[in-house]
């Protein structure tokens, strides 16, 4: 995916045109293991560029998992997911649409 994108960009460089963003630069994701646990981050899941004007929505079980959600005014803009979660797609899609969680609260980790 990077190889292809590398060769459109020197593509348009020569032909000197402006490139779009791939839709797969649309949000930063990234996913490994640390001590055997599956760990991703999701958009802006230190609440960077926010200003420290939002909340986070945390859901912990011990030994099992860790799931981290920043939220500003009701939308998700970042996430951090230790462990067998299953939510990274559902988090992903939730980021990306900007949804209005408001109505679920806390409500919206509960399993």
Sequence with gaps: QFGMFAAKCM???NIQE???LDFCFEMFAHVTT?????V???GLYKGQ???NNYE???RVTPG???????MKDGRMQGAVL???TDLEETFENLILNQMDLSDYGEDLLNP
């Design 11 to 13: 593509h348009f460089h």
């Design 18 to 20: 402006p490139l779009d």
């Design 34 to 38: 640390f001590f055997g646990q599956k």
């Design 40 to 42: 991703i981050l999701l």
């Design 49 to 51: 560029t926010l200003d």
């Design 56 to 58: 986070l929505l945390l």
């Design 64 to 70: 099992k998992e860790y799931v981290k959600t920043v």
């Design 82 to 84: 230790i462990g067998d």
